[in-house]
Structure formats: C-alpha cells, structure tokens
C-alpha cells in the first residue's frame, strides 16, 4: 500500500483498521460514516423482549451483532434480569450470525451452538431451514438495520418469530452507543457529517485511492450525506472509475452495489485483517484493472 491513501468509513475499530494500513505501508484516511445509538433505560419494548426470552421455551434465539449482545444484556441488568436471561440462554440453540455476537456472548458465559458460513440474514434461513422449524419458536435480536427476509422465511416455514432491535445506526454515535463500544473494548472515533463531507471531496479530487466498508450502514450512510448535499453523482462516478472499492463481506457489497457502485475487493474471511490483505494482493497483480486506466493521473499514482 506504500504511497496510497486508504479511507476508513468505520467508527468501532477504526484506529485498529488504520493500524493495518499503516503495517502495510499505506496511509490511512479516517472519516467514520456511521455510530449507534441504542435506548439504555430499559425501554417497555426491551423489557417486552427480554420477559419473553426468559418466560417462554424459546427453541433458538439468534443473535445478529454483539453490540446487541452488551445492549441486550445492559437493559436486562436494569430490569435485574441479567442473571434469568443468562440461564434462559443456556437452555436454547444460541444461533450467532458471526464471531462478534459469539464473542459477546462468551463474556457473559453463553456458549453459542452454531455459527453459519454464510454471515448474512440469508445465512441464517438456510441454516435453520436445514432442520424442521415447523412449530418452533425463534427469537431475533436484531443489528441497527432491519431486512424482513428473515422473518418471512421462516414463517413461511411454521415457525413462530419474535423479533426486537435494540440500537438503530445513526449518523452521530451518541453517548448511549459510546458506552456499549466503550464496554466492548473498542477504541472507536466519533462521525463528523463535516469530515464525511470533506472525505468525499478528497476522493472526488483524486486523493483517495481506495476505501473499506466494514458494515452496510458505513456504505449507506456515506451515499445519504452525498445525497443531502447534492454530491452524490460524482461521488458515484469517482468511486467507480477512480478507487478502488473494498468491501469486508456480502452484506456491505450489496449495499454498495444497491447504490450502483462497483466492488472490487472483498475477502473471502469476512475480518479487517483478511480484508486488508486481500487488497494488498489485489495491488500486486500484474495489470492494471480497465477501472484504474480511466484515470491517468490515479494510473501514474498505482504504478
């Protein structure tokens, strides 16, 4: 990545992505586009899900993202439920959608049953649907973004779906969302709507040559903020001519493909790390891609 400027678009583990860039010779160019923000007193809704996890014989609960984990288990604290939710998760199929639920349900002594290969809501139903759901009860903790697809499949199976998210995606990362990352470990960086701004006209001005996107919400919220401010059309058109696109997984592909953008990375292991070094290879193949030769400026710098 030597003489390369590489755009970060996540707030969570920012610095930690910067350090790999770094590692690999490139520099880094933090702009985070997207923090969360989650209700921490214990709303009626929360409270709602949480008594339905400990007083009903759920058969799976699935969990799609560990700051819903700490959320989750945050709340039930205040509704001096932790320790009822906890034993009550022993007792079903602990479904995570990743290693980052897992991970956040190791810390509270949750063993999780099974993690599907396919990260994804769509992961999740072929998973499932591969036993007879007919009659079973599943509870969904939800990430900040909500795809029906989940739902519908598995109703359409027989089973019976209690669903509930507990922290949104916010273009700012509000204190409540801080004190999850905070308790989580993560060294995170606050989003700027004005730093997002002055990112896109980096990139529009030919000073970015690639940018990562851990997350959907990182992918969206960047076109949102374009859009509000009218500078959504080149932003697409420097993105797909003159930067190198990169990805952490099929959620965030398709989100950016959804905007009419074209990705041109993305590893097969769904970690920054694995992320950065199939970059890394990307730039040391033998041609230049067609996309790098529409700019002849961006060419001289790659070369």
């Known amino acids: 990545l030597e003489g390369l400027t590489v755009a970060i678009t996540a707030s969570r583990r920012a610095l930690e992505l910067a350090h790999l860039i770094d590692t690999f010779g490139g520099t880094p160019y933090i702009s985070p586009t997207v923090g969360i923000e989650t209700s921490m007193d214990a709303s ?72 599907p290969d396919e990260n994804t809501a769509e992961g999740i139903v072929k998973l499932l649907k591969r036993s007879s759901i007919q009659g079973k009860k599943i509870g969904v903790l939800w990430h900040g973004s909500y795809f029906p697809v989940l739902k519908n499949e598995m109703s359409a199976a027989g089973a019976e779906v209690f669903e509930f998210s507990i922290y949104s995606y916010s273009l700012d990362l509000k204190e409540s969302g801080a004190k999850i990352l905070e308790e989580m470990g993560f060294k995170y960086v606050y989003p700027d709507q004005a730093k997002v701004i002055k990112l896109i006209e980096a990139i529009n001005n030919g000073l970015v040559h690639a940018i990562t996107f851990t997350s959907p919400p990182s992918a969206r919220d ?54 950065v070094k199939e970059l890394v290879n990307y730039l040391g193949q033998s041609y230049i891609p067609k996309r790098m030769k529409k700019s002849s400026s961006h060419k001289r710098q790659l070369c």
Not at 229 to 247: G, Q, R
Not at 265 to 271: A, E, G, L, N
């Open 44 to 115: 009626k809704e929360a409270a709602d899900f949480i008594k339905k996890l400990v007083e009903e014989k759920l058969d799976y609960v699935v969990f799609m993202t560990g700051p819903g984990v700490y959320s989750l288990m945050s709340a039930a604290k205040k509704l001096h439920l932790e320790s009822d939710l906890i034993e009550a998760l022993k007792q079903v199929i602990v479904v995570a959608r990743s290693l980052k639920p897992k991970i956040a349900l190791a810390h509270y002594g949750i063993n999780t049953d099974v993690v």
């Open 222 to 275: 960047l076109f949102k903020i374009a859009e509000d401010h009218k500078i959504k059309e080149p932003l697409l058109v420097s993105l797909n001519n003159n930067v190198i696109v990169v990805a952490i997984g099929p959620s965030t592909k398709k989100a950016l493909e959804e905007n009419a953008v074209q990705v041109d990375v993305m590893p097969q292991i769904y970690k920054m790390g694995p992320m």
